[in-house]
């Protein structure tokens, strides 16, 4: 069963709906939860992730996917970005307030009680989204299992430094391309200020460093958009993980959008069975 539920304005911190898709068997039998991130300019529908949402499902695992409500997507055109403005107010501190809503919608939703186990949540995070489940896993005590696909260590890093930065502080808004739909992309300069303003918060070593749940760190051996040592990184802030290097991996884990086949990619259906197997493991 796929559902697509736009949870209303009623249900989350910002005043703006989260799209929202849950994947799962309908058989009244208790189900680990399973809840996915997508990353920086992501959304739930790109490239092959509703084959591997699919596939989560069909191995008794109950999978929500969403858009974060300031992606820049809506309900009615939930993948080109038709609302910048909102993309351009969007911080990191949004983005753990959605993954929040969800987790309190999910676990408290009477359409779901039959289905789902709300004593085993496993979050999974593509690139900029393994940030946000990191930090989320560390501070919200529901959460079981963590999983990053192709996850960024270091929020900060990610930001421009000397000129670019003060070009971007006295003009208030920087853009960026999207090679895909061709549109100036923007930011507002309050998304560095949320940061620095919630730094200590924000900083995925302290994060993983105070995590006392299994995780699992997938990372591409040739990733050029999140390099290989990040996920080490990560690794060494938490001994007790499992990390995994997939040989000819790429950030993307070989998909691209629009994905027009009908089987997930030799490393997404790695990455996923992987997952699926560390979820399921007692």
Known sequence: MQKTINIPVKSTHHNKPIVTDVFYLKDNAKKPIVIFCHGYKGYKDWGAWNLAAETFANNNLFFVKFNFSHNGGTFENPIDFPDLAAFGENTFIKELNDLENI???????PDFKNEIDVENITLIGHSRGGGIV???ASENNK?????????????GARFPKGEQLEAWKNQGITYILNTRTHQKMPHLYQFYENFTENEERLTIKRAVENLNISQLIIHGEIDDVVLPEEAKNIHLWNPKSELVIVEGMNHSLGCTHPWEGSTMTFHLEKAVNMSIAFVLCK
């Open 103 to 109: 987790i309190d919608w999910v676990t408290a939703n």
């Open 134 to 136: 990191a930090i989320k």
């Open 143 to 155: 959460i079981t299992k963590l999983i990053t696909w192709a996850g960024v260590s270091d929020f």
